[in-house]
């Protein structure tokens, strides 16, 4: 079996890769990644040098070579997760979303397509989307796989739009797909522009914790691992043409999220009780800000058994002690460009 991940060289990119390389020797695993500000193959440096590894650089948008690399390997399957992933990235930059995540789709299931004419049951596009699709709740609800789409970020919409697109392949050319909805991530290698490494990074070097608006946003947090488990187990045993929703049950609003993480890191710096907190500040709000996104996960957990496996006091100490026992790849990935952004992103809040 040879498989085409997309996007392994990001967070939950690297952990997929991880998985699939060291779970199941028997299949090829390719990693095709453009290597953006996100991407950074120190994630994979622990299995790099697999015989069922490999990597490949490459834009999932350039169609001659998206279309020569499925003519050379004949992939079996792919796993689509290469993306633009940062929301307030896509408020001042939503071309570059458009770009990659809704025209970098299309050819990729163009290019499956075309190669996959006398189809097997092996063949499989799984497409790894978000939550937001859905739009935003209430205090109450949840998003369950029925729930209409109705973005409200241009990150959002370019992701709709690609989940559009994938089950418009499925419908038209019968190409076997797979989509599922996963709520928001969080553990090791996640880059530090996203609310928990950044407040990590911030925390370590004494630096404000910027809370957009009140705090009071409420986000349903999921370790990146156990997205990774349920991905494996779509991926086998999930239905072709099906949707599913994953999620923690693990709501938390913003602010409690950043005290808990305060405490823990105060403990894992000792420092005294209270003096990270104190770092926290309120600055202006994200344009468009979601209130709450909540993901009803029962189907992936009656149809495929599927559970998340760590609660979010333990997952956030873990993922704390890795930023901690891993200086060199945060002082990297937090020099040089990110300054530019950080700066460009917080200056003026
Ligand atoms: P990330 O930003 O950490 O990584 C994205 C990866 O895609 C990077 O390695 C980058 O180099 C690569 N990439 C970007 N543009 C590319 C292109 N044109 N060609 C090839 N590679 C390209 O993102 P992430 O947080 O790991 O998210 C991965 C996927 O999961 C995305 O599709 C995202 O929408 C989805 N998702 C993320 C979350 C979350 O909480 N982070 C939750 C649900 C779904
Ligand atoms: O729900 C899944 C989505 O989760 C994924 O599809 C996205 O790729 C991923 O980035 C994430 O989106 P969010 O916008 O929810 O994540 P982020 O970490 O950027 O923000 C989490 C919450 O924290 C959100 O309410 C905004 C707030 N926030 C964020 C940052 C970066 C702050 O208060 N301050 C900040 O500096």
Redesign the pocket.
């Known amino acids: 079996m040879k498989i085409l991940i ?9 952990h997929v890769v991880r998985r699939f390389v060291t779970h199941y020797g028997n299949y090829q695993i390719f990693n ?9 193959l120190q994630n994979l440096t622990d299995i790099d040098k697999s015989p069922n590894y490999q990597f490949i650089k ?4 350039d169609a001659p070579f998206i279309q020569s690399l499925f003519n050379t390997h004949a992939f079996d399957a792919v796993i ?7 929301v307030d990235r896509s408020i001042t930059s939503p071309l570059d979303f458009i ?3 809704v025209e ?1 789709t299309l050819q990729l299931l163009q290019a499956a397509n075309a190669c996959w004419q006398n189809k097997t049951h092996k063949h499989l596009f799984y497409h ?5 699709v859905y739009g935003s709740l209430g205090k109450t609800g949840f998003f369950t796989e029925e729930t209409p789409y109705n973005p409200q970020s241009p ?1 959002a919409a370019s ?1 709709a739009a690609s989940d559009h697109l994938v089950r418009a392949y499925q419908n038209t050319y019968q190409l076997p797909t797979v989509i599922s ?6 553990g090791p290698n ?2 530090p522009e ?1 609310l928990i490494p950044l407040a990590i990074n911030n925390i370590k070097n004494n630096l404000p914790i910027p809370i957009y608006g009140k705090g009071e946003n409420v986000r349903d947090w999921l370790y990146v691992e156990d ?1 990774a488990a349920a991905i494996d187990l779509i991926f086998h045993k999930g239905t072709v043409g099906e949707t599913y929703n994953i999620g923690g049950h693990n709501e938390w609003h913003n602010i409690d999220v950043i005290k808990l993480l305060c405490q823990i890191m105060d403990e894992a710096l000792n420092r005294t009780a209270g003096t990270s907190a104190q770092l926290i500040t309120y600055v202006k709000d994200r344009a468009g800000h979601d209130l709450r996104y909540a993901i009803d996960s029962g189907k992936l957990q009656h149809t495929l058994g599927w559970q998340p496996s760590l609660n979010f006091e333990k997952g956030l100490r873990q993922t704390v002690s890795w930023y901690l026992n891993n200086e060199t790849w945060l002082n990297n990935v937090t020099s040089g460009a990110y300054k530019n952004y950080y700066q460009m992103q917080y200056g003026n809040r």
Request: proline content about 0%.
């Open positions: 997309t996007g392994g060289a990001g967070f939950i990119g690297s095709l990644d453009k290597l953006t500000y996100a991407g950074n490459g834009d999932i948008t689509h997760l290469a993306a633009e992933s940062h770009k990659t995540n970098g790894v989307s978000t939550d937001e990150y992701k909805n996963c709520s928001n991530n969080y996640h880059f996203k997205h």
